[in-house]
């Protein structure tokens, strides 16, 4: 029997070492495989631009003498002219403001999970708030819920936008002037099903949980899933998260934070607690003013319109809209930064 299965393989192998040849190829071909146009990769890619795209508006063909232009906020369409991208833009624009967007949340939280200092602070408060301490040892999965926030990276910025003060200084109104924005932590809370089942979730945890045992950690280093949500959108970014033993140790000891005020001079010491960590995480994103962080994004009239509407209500506004405004307005209870803007209803 097992001399057959051998007698198989061998087969095989001699089946599998084919070579082809043709006339026309072996005059110019060498025996490493040179092909007789002596094309290189590099050919190859350049040859790839002219490869026949289609105008999304007029659907003319690409030739090599006319390359077609691609969408520069999506990358995803292709027009033959300007043109043709302007007559295309009222079709486009909504798909493309969802792509754009996509893309600009995937690069935050990728930036985010990539800041090992910023991740073990979100990791301490995942602990606290899930008062998993508690939970020894932990066999399922705890899951949590993140939900982000683009707010103007200039306070007074933020102030302006609420009417909190006067937009003074620009005759530009400031939901079409360009704004500097980082991201935010808004709140963490428990996940619910309609964010992450039960299934979903272990299955995103598990080869994380095995990953994490064959290098030693165990019930004392749990994992889960960390589910990303940015302001009102409804995207959603799934992330299994394995919390070494290292951060259990720190959530279990709490060493306090020093909040300094730098124009008063005042300190004071702040509780080591889950909302104290996210204060924590957004303050040193505020301070990132050269972006080494990777965590500033030009804010967008979607995350303007969050920020106004959380200072005064104007307009009839959609659930998910109302829900990250809540959660904004949460933070803005407890977070130094915002204790003299205005908090109205
Ligand atoms: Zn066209
Ligand atoms: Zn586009």
Redo the contacts with the bound molecule.
Sequence with gaps: MAGSRREIKRRIEIAGSVTMMHPEWETAADASGVPWSNQTAKDIKEKRRGAHRICTACQGTETEDNFYKV?S??K??FYCSRECQTRDWPE?KEI?HA?TRQKRFEKLVTSLLANVDLMAYLKIAVVLSLKLLDAIPISEPWSLLVRLGIEPENILDFARLRGDIDPVGTSEPLESKKMKGMLQINAICPCTPDFLDKETKIAIAQPKRTAADAVGFNWESPVGVMVFVLGDSRTVLQVPILIATPFMDIARERPPFTRTITVTKTSSTVPMTASSCIEYVNAIIRQDKPNRCLLRAEMSAADKKIIRNSGVVSEPLQEVTRTAIGYLKGRMLHECVYSACGNKE
């Design positions: 969408c906020r999506c995803n369409r486009h493309c792509t």
